[in-house]
């Protein structure tokens, strides 16, 4: 981490905590912390501008030292000693909002120290004589004149020679009884706000204990268990050790309740002691107690409680530091990306319509790229809206749906027979020996009737499936405009509707021509019937020879029962036989014409909706009067994205304003190096 500075802690750690030793001599009050402050100060500089900038709000953890303890626990009396100022206490719960304290040193000592108070976008100076009325007055402000607490943070600068360079988290002392004025869940409501400030990874918990109780029955032990159950980011702070010295040395270093970042024993501030004096009474209480004095000495005292603090946050700061930098670069750049692709807010008709023009180009090429191009990259795992796809699934089934309609008769027993009435009743006077063109055309037509429905379904079917892609394009392309949504679904039904009648009107017109005429230029026709034919002499056999059995094998009909003909006329028998296979083989032409014709007409009306009618539909739609005028509408940004537009632009300027903080603090770092 040389390059943020840290890189020498690690080097003289040891060296550098000798230094922080307490200067006693004389009534002067010596520095907790000695000249390591300036290295850490401007990376703590920049954590508090970013607390401050509330980049917390985006999501974005910053290291902290929070201070939690059970009520009464004495977590007044350690901040006291470390600020060297008065906090408000008394009965009950004395810090009813977390309690931001921002400690910095004052190298002068001819300096006079500078408090305030920051809450509600407001700076309150005071001075040590006024602090806890002052931190009283704000808090009434904040969570109201009775006992209850709030979330809103209150930060308390203390500027003076003397303190360390820390900024720590005082939060709400744990009470599981509410007393009169607080709410009956008081006991939630602090448990809710210390888990939401001890729970992140980056967060040092401060564990304020009391000699005077058994440390795994304080609730504020339960808690930290709960977020960091090795203990690694707890300190744990033993106050009142002058009341209860039998068994501390014991309960400090068994550690039953894991804390892992050590113990610090302390004695609280008496009456009216000074701080200097305070500090004095404490070094004695460890140095000649017959109890306390068996606890090692980097283990006791508020200048070992400092040191100890300032370079655990250091660590920790010199850890995070680097994510957090590239967390506020890569939401910032997520948050820039989605504002652009945001509509930019329109204030003229004309600014409008060029908007609504550019709708309707996204949409026709998304639809080109779906529906023409088999291009699915905006919708990768939608398979719906892989049209090309969908719709030849459409079209196979059709094209099965018909070919089942080939149903080759004769198994039965009724192989001929409807030729044979059809020539029966068409018969005229003509020579015998013709297949009369009307018998043709009555089997033909009776069996392009049977399947007539068929087609019409499947153009029903293919405009409802694009109905639903089209509409869907369009809501995403206009999901922005929502004042637009319902003309544009009208444009889109509108569209198919019209596009649909079209096709069915092609489709039954391509029925009608099928069942007026045969015809077919597709040389397929004569190789079928020529083939077909070949069986002819065999079929003439098995009818004059009563002999030879009565079933006939013909290729593309299998065996075939052919003995109740011989009932029948030869002349009626071949000439129903040649029109068997004449309508057989005509009828596979049929069907793969309708099929292709099928294609190629939705392939060309799918080109000209992208193409030319979805433009005009939609303008006309909108430029519709009697639709309530939905270019002027466009004018009026929805709440919601203009909600939506508020926030990333607020979001976008805290994080410029925490890449500007980021920034100002590296190049003072890289002024410091060299």
Same mark, same amino acid.
């Given at each position: 981490?040389?390059?943020?500075?840290?890189?020498?802690?690690?080097?003289?750690?040891?060296?550098?905590?000798?230094?922080?030793?307490? *200067?006693?001599?004389?009534?002067?009050?010596?520095?907790?912390?000695?000249?390591?402050?300036?290295?850490?100060?401007?990376?703590?500089?920049?954590?508090?501008?970013?607390?401050?900038?509330?980049?917390?709000?985006?999501?974005?953890?910053?290291?902290?030292?929070?201070?939690?303890?059970?009520?009464?626990?004495?977590?007044?009396?350690?901040?006291?000693?470390?600020?060297?100022?008065?906090?408000?206490?008394?009965?009950?719960?004395?810090?009813?909002?977390?309690?931001?304290?921002?400690?910095?040193?004052?190298?002068?000592?001819?300096?006079?120290?500078?408090?305030?108070?920051?809450?509600?976008?407001?700076?309150?100076?005071?001075?040590?004589?006024?602090?806890?009325?002052?931190?009283?007055?704000?808090?009434?402000?904040?969570?109201?004149?009775?006992?209850?607490?709030?979330?809103?943070?209150?930060?308390?600068?203390?500027?003076?020679?003397?303190?360390?360079?820390?900024?720590?988290?005082?939060?709400?002392?744990?009470?599981?009884?509410?007393?009169?004025?607080?709410?009956?869940?008081?006991?939630?409501?602090?448990?809710?706000?210390?888990?939401?400030?001890?729970?992140?990874?980056?967060?040092?918990?401060?564990?304020?204990?009391?000699?005077?109780?058994?440390?795994?029955?304080?609730?504020?032990?339960?808690?930290?268990?709960?977020?960091? *159950?090795?203990?690694?980011?707890?300190?744990?702070?033993?106050?009142?050790?002058?009341?209860?010295?039998?068994?501390?040395?014991?309960?400090?270093?068994?550690?039953?309740?894991?804390?892992?970042?050590?113990?610090?024993?302390?004695?609280?501030?008496?009456?009216?002691?000074?701080?200097?004096?305070?500090?004095?009474?404490?070094?004695?209480?460890?140095?000649?107690?017959?109890?306390?004095?068996?606890?090692?000495?980097?283990?006791?005292?508020?200048?070992?409680?400092?040191?100890?603090?300032?370079?655990?946050?250091?660590?920790?700061?010199?850890?995070?530091?680097?994510?957090?930098?590239?967390?506020?670069?890569?939401?910032?750049?997520?948050?820039?990306?989605?504002?652009?692709?945001?509509?930019?807010?329109?204030?003229?008709?004309?600014?409008?319509?060029?908007?609504?023009?550019?709708?309707?180009?996204?949409?026709?090429?998304?639809?080109?790229?779906?529906?023409?191009?088999?291009?699915?990259?905006?919708?990768?795992?939608?398979?719906?809206?892989?049209?090309?796809?969908?719709?030849?699934?459409?079209?196979?089934?059709?094209?099965?749906?018909?070919?089942?309609?080939?149903?080759?008769?004769?198994?039965?027993?009724?192989?001929?027979?409807?030729?044979?009435?059809?020539?029966?009743?068409?018969?005229?006077?003509?020579?015998?020996?013709?297949?009369?063109?009307?018998?043709?055309?009555?089997?033909?037509?009776?069996?392009?009737?049977?399947?007539?429905?068929?087609?019409?379904?499947?153009?029903?079917?293919?405009?409802?499936?694009?109905? *639903?892609?089209?509409?869907?394009?369009?809501?995403?392309?206009?999901?922005?405009?929502?004042?637009?949504?319902?003309?544009?679904?009208?444009?889109?039904?509108?569209?198919?509707?019209?596009?649909?009648?079209?096709?069915?009107?092609?489709?039954?017109?391509?029925?009608?021509?099928?069942?007026?005429?045969?015809?077919?230029?597709?040389?397929?026709?004569?190789?079928?019937?020529?083939?077909?034919?070949?069986?002819?002499?065999?079929?003439?056999?098995?009818?004059?020879?009563?002999?030879?059995?009565?079933?006939?094998?013909?290729?593309?009909?299998?065996?075939?029962?052919?003995?109740?003909?011989?009932?029948?006329?030869?002349?009626?028998?071949?000439?129903?036989?040649?029109?068997?296979?004449?309508?057989?083989?005509?009828?596979?032409?049929?069907?793969?014409?309708?099929?292709?014709?099928?294609?190629?007409?939705?392939?060309?009306?799918?080109?000209?909706?992208?193409?030319?009618?979805?433009?005009?539909?939609?303008?006309?739609?909108?430029?519709?009067?009697?639709?309530?005028?939905?270019?002027?509408?466009?004018?009026?940004?929805?709440?919601?994205?203009?909600?939506?537009?508020?926030?990333?632009?607020?979001?976008?300027?805290?994080?410029?304003?925490?890449?500007?903080?980021?920034?100002?603090?590296?190049?003072?770092?890289?002024?410091?190096?060299?």
């Amino acid at each position: 981490m040389a390059r943020l500075g840290l890189g020498v802690m690690e080097e003289n750690e040891e060296k550098n905590i000798d230094s922080f030793a307490p *200067k006693l001599s004389g009534d002067a009050q010596g520095p907790l912390v000695s000249s390591y402050n300036d290295r850490i100060r401007p990376l703590l500089d920049a954590v508090d501008e970013l607390r401050r900038l509330k980049v917390m709000q985006e999501g974005i953890q910053l290291p902290t030292i929070v201070v939690v303890g059970d009520q009464s626990s004495g977590k007044s009396s350690v901040l006291e000693s470390l600020a060297g100022i008065s906090l408000p206490r008394g009965q009950g719960i004395c810090t009813r909002v977390p309690l931001i304290m921002r400690l910095q040193n004052l190298p002068d000592r001819l300096l006079q120290p500078e408090l305030h108070l920051e809450f509600h976008g407001k700076t309150i100076p005071t001075d040590e004589a006024h602090v806890s009325q002052a931190i009283n007055l704000a808090t009434d402000e904040i969570a109201g004149d009775g006992k209850g607490i709030s979330q809103t943070p209150l930060t308390l600068v203390v500027k003076k020679n003397g303190v360390p360079d820390l900024t720590m988290v005082d939060l709400p002392g744990i009470t599981r009884v509410p007393v009169h004025g607080q709410p009956q869940d008081i006991y939630e409501q602090i448990s809710n706000i210390i888990m939401e400030y001890i729970k992140p990874e980056e967060s040092i918990i401060l564990n304020v204990l009391s000699a005077t109780v058994d440390f795994p029955t304080c609730e504020s032990i339960r808690m930290s268990q709960q977020v960091d *159950k090795t203990g690694q980011r707890t300190l744990a702070v033993v106050t009142k050790a002058d009341k209860a010295p039998e068994g501390l040395f014991e309960k400090v270093t068994s550690d039953d309740v894991n804390i892992g970042l050590g113990y610090i024993c302390v004695r609280n501030r008496i009456g009216e002691e000074s701080y200097n004096e305070a500090r004095k009474e404490e070094a004695r209480l460890f140095e000649a107690h017959p109890l306390l004095a068996r606890i090692d000495k980097s283990m006791v005292g508020v200048p070992v409680l400092a040191r100890r603090l300032v370079r655990v946050q250091a660590m920790i700061i010199s850890k995070c530091l680097p994510d957090i930098v590239k967390k506020i670069n890569d939401k910032l750049n997520v948050n820039l990306s989605e504002l652009n692709r945001m509509p930019r807010h329109i204030s003229s008709v004309a600014e409008a319509m060029t908007a609504y023009v550019q709708v309707i180009g996204l949409s026709k090429e998304s639809l080109k790229k779906i529906l023409m191009r088999a291009e699915f990259d905006e919708f990768p795992d939608d398979k719906e809206m892989h049209c090309t796809a969908r719709l030849a699934e459409l079209l196979n089934n059709y094209s099965e749906q018909l070919q089942k309609s080939t149903v080759v008769d004769g198994t039965d027993g009724n192989f001929l027979m409807e030729e044979i009435r059809v020539l029966e009743e068409t018969k005229a006077m003509w020579l015998p020996n013709f297949v009369p063109r009307s018998a043709f055309l009555a089997v033909l037509q009776r069996k392009v009737n049977k399947i007539s429905d068929t087609p019409v379904e499947l153009i029903a079917k293919v405009w409802s499936y694009i109905e *639903k892609v089209v509409t869907e394009v369009l809501m995403h392309h206009c999901e922005n405009y929502p004042q637009l949504h319902s003309s544009t679904r009208r444009a889109a039904q509108s569209l198919v509707a019209k596009m649909k009648d079209k096709s069915t009107e092609r489709v039954l017109e391509m029925v009608e021509m099928e069942k007026l005429t045969d015809y077919t230029c597709d040389p397929e026709y004569m190789i079928l019937w020529s083939k077909f034919m070949e069986e002819n002499n065999a079929f003439t056999e098995i009818m004059d020879d009563y002999s030879e059995p009565t079933t006939l094998a013909i290729e593309g009909f299998g065996e075939i029962e052919v003995g109740h003909l011989r009932a029948f006329p030869k002349d009626i028998r071949d000439q129903a036989f040649d029109m068997k296979m004449r309508i057989t083989a005509y009828w596979k032409i049929v069907l793969k014409r309708l099929v292709d014709s099928m294609a190629l007409h939705l392939l060309l009306s799918v080109r000209n909706l992208v193409g030319k009618e979805m433009e005009a539909e939609m303008v006309s739609e909108v430029m519709n009067p009697e639709h309530g005028g939905g270019i002027e509408r466009m004018l009026e940004e929805s709440p919601s994205v203009a909600m939506k537009r508020e926030r990333l632009q607020k979001s976008v300027k805290l994080l410029k304003d925490s890449q500007k903080v980021i920034g100002m603090i590296m190049d003072k770092i890289a002024i410091n190096v060299d």
